[in-house]
């Protein structure tokens, strides 16, 4: 049984190091991740699930067997985000670097895509501004090439103004961002609107620069449960 037992123990360490060894960089990081964690968690199941089947050599059978089966589904989703956030990156490089939209990874595999409505919308107003569609085209065409996503979007103000006036303000700004990626042929379904007002700052509202960063818009892409 001790045998066994590290027979099991080597499996999930070896797994869990092989996720370890990811260079950060690596744009297909996540992807790896959760195959590592996947096969981890397989690799102990199947030996479980051998052992009770077949005491010589079974939980061996079953760590492989069952590694390689937890791999592949905890590469399913972080996979599909990951091709996706690729060329987020690509297509809104000009963006990024002109500090104009944020693209990032969040921990659930869901993609965040911050909006700085300086850029974006009219001073104190929800109407787009018309050199800011070339942007959501960009960011359109991507949605719709990855279908198993739905779209969260978010507004946000600074604190000048009524809190009412503000939770307003950011609700039509969500809602015109929104109805934008409709007019770019992005199923309505997929596509939920909502306004936060002031109530959620990046930063400090004290300061001009501050009050600029908390001025925005954010997209949540959210993956399919069901991604293999």
Known sequence: MPTRRLTIIAFTLLTLILAGCIQPNDPNRH????????????????????YQKDHSGGALKGALIGGAAGGALG?????????????????????????QIEVERLLNENLKITMNSEVSFDF?????QPAFELSLDKVSGILNRYPRTSIQIVGHT??????????????????AVGFALENHNVAAGRILTTGRGESEPRTTNVTEAGRQLNRRVEMLIIPAEDIQ
């Open 31 to 50: 992807t790896k991740q959760k195959a590592g964690i996947g096969a981890a968690v397989g690799a102990v199941a199947g030996a479980i699930i051998g």
């Open 158 to 175: 600074d604190n000048v103004g009524s809190e009412v006036y503000n939770q307003q303000l950011s609700e039509k700004r969500a809602k």
């Open 75 to 99: 590469a399913g989703a972080g996979y599909y985000m990951d091709k996706q956030q690729a060329e987020f990156e690509q297509q809104l490089s000009a963006e990024r670097a002109a500090n």
């Open 124 to 128: 104190n107003s929800s109407r787009l």
